[in-house]
């Protein structure tokens, strides 16, 4: 949840780009964020990596390209609401491919660290340059959609473009079970173990629901699972 008074981490602000802008739209203290990257047409945005932080992509509405690693010929396209994971260090850059529409994309950061970005291509000129600084933060619009952590017994849902979101904490598989299979799922409180304790799957990671139904069945939770659930309306 987002504090309205904190002035760190570029909270409450919107985050100008070459490529469109971008904003925090849910953060766990420095554990986890989410943030809304809006992709103007046929921009994109640099071809970068990050040293710690694990990052994952949400495509929201439109058909996004996305390269991954430095050859280009690993570009593939990617349909609404497919799910991407990128490792500390491997390259990655995001395509508006549209000629019209902006493309709209939820980025998972684990943890919360905005400045953690290398840049190893650049068409606008930044690739030496370190994240953007106080000059290019904007206030933000009464319109900003921000997401909110539910309390332990309810759902908070969101509707963006054609899509529901849902975030609310789980306790048993029947709570999942009403989610369409080939719906997307992210975790962002919680984990499941094994019997010996080891961790099978923590916050951060982003799955296809159907694959959290089958390991909840599987193993068990260390606490509650907080999740965030995106389905076509």
């Not at 998972?108 to 953007?132: A, C, N, Q, W």
């Not at 069945?217 to 389905?231: G, R, Y």
Request: aromatic letters at 10%; glycine letters at 4%; one cysteine or more.
């Amino acid at each position: 949840m987002l504090n309205p008074k904190s002035k760190k981490n570029y909270e409450n602000s919107n985050v100008i780009k070459p490529w469109g802008n971008e904003y925090v739209i849910y953060q766990d203290k420095k554990k986890i964020a989410l943030t809304l990257l809006k992709i103007n047409p046929k921009k994109e945005t640099s071809l970068h990596c990050h040293s710690e932080k694990k990052t994952g992509f949400i495509i929201l509405n439109i058909k996004a390209k996305v390269q991954v690693g430095i050859y280009k010929k690993n570009t593939l396209i990617y349909n609404p609401i497919s799910r991407l994971i990128f490792r500390p260090g491997l390259f990655h850059k995001l395509i508006n491919p549209s000629n019209k529409k902006e493309l709209y994309v939820l980025e998972l950061e684990t943890p919360y660290k905005k400045k953690d970005v290398i840049r190893f291509e650049d068409k606008y000129g930044r690739r030496s340059k370190p994240y953007e600084g106080k000059s290019f933060l904007q206030k933000m619009s009464k319109n900003n959609l921000f997401f909110k952590k539910p309390k332990q017994n309810s759902s908070n849902i969101y509707k963006f473009k054609n899509l529901k979101i849902t975030l609310r904490y789980i306790n048993k598989i029947n709570q999942i079970k009403k989610y369409k299979k080939n719906s997307t799922t992210a975790i962002l409180d919680g984990s499941l173990k094994n019997k010996k304790g080891q961790k099978i799957i923590s916050y951060g990671e982003i799955i296809k629901t159907e694959t959290l139904q089958i390991l909840l069945k599987n193993f068990k939770q260390n606490k509650k699972l907080l999740i965030m659930q995106i389905e076509n309306k």
